[in-house]
T-cell receptor, first 111, second 113 residues
Framework: QKEVEQNSGPLSVPEGAIASLNCTYSDRGSQSFFWYRQYSGKSPELIMFIYSNGDKEDGRFTAQLNKASQYVSLLIRDSQPSDSATYLCAARWAAGNKLTFGGGTRVLVKP | EAEVAQSPRYKITEKSQAVAFWCDPISGHATLYWYRQILGQGPELLVQFQDESVVDDSQLPKDRFSAERLKGVDSTLKIQPAELGDSAMYLC???????????FGPGTRLLVL
């Protein structure tokens, strides 16, 4: 069974620091990976996606993919209180279009 | 900016009753998804439509859940009868094509008493 695993947290970081979130997946056939942010009681919103090994940067966010080790990470630089949310990692397998989500990591940014 | 619309936003029902949720995807999006998200967990795909056809309903509890997208535009998800364990957020998402990014609607929060 294809699985995506995340530490549930909470990950507590001081304002202005870097938050580092990790995600591991079970199947090497995974093709692409997505990070969604979800505020309490709201729906997920896409932050960024990554397909290739290495780093991808978008503003204060950097996604890192290592297919050999089967993990993907998200760095949030200069963390703000508004970044406090649950971050969902999702993987899409090459064989289909289905997104499989991890359980999410709760991030708390303290002023 | 175009958005996925869902209604109702909240629904409280008693077990054994029937409930229905509606979703209107972003205009032009051929692929539509229904997810269920239990509190503290990630979303789980229930059903995926390509136009009016179901392409994946492997995780849909077909004894009580049904979904349709008759004209390939909006969609309805029904539960009959509802059970206590169905309490969750039901999320609809759409994408232009299956391989493209999915955009989520605001969700319907269901509470079964």
């Amino acid at each position: 069974q294809k699985e995506v695993e995340q530490n549930s947290g909470p990950l507590s970081v001081p304002e202005g620091a870097i938050a580092s979130l990790n995600c591991t997946y079970s199947d090497r056939g995974s093709q692409s990976f997505f990070w969604y942010r979800q505020y309490s009681g709201k729906s997920p919103e896409l932050i960024m996606f990554i397909y290739s090994n290495g780093d991808k940067e978008d503003g204060r966010f950097t996604a890192q993919l290592n297919k050999a080790s089967q993990y993907v990470s998200l760095l949030i630089r200069d963390s703000q209180p508004s970044d406090s949310a649950t971050y969902l990692c999702a993987a899409r397998w090459a064989a289909g279009n289905k997104l499989t989500f991890g359980g999410g990591t709760r991030v708390l940014v303290k002023p | 900016e175009a958005e996925v619309a869902q209604s109702p936003r909240y629904k409280i029902t008693e077990k054994s009753q029937a409930v229905a949720f509606w979703c209107d995807p972003i205009s032009g999006h051929a692929t539509l998804y229904w997810y269920r998200q239990i509190l503290g967990q990630g979303p789980e795909l229930l059903v995926q439509f390509q136009d009016e056809s179901v392409v994946d309903d492997s995780q849909l509890p077909k004894d009580r859940f049904s979904a349709e997208r008759l004209k390939g535009v909006d969609s309805t998800l029904k539960i009959q009868p509802a059970e206590l364990g169905d309490s969750a957020m039901y999320l609809c998402a759409s994408s232009p094509r299956p391989q493209e990014t999915q955009y989520f609607g605001p969700g319907t929060r269901l509470l079964v008493l």
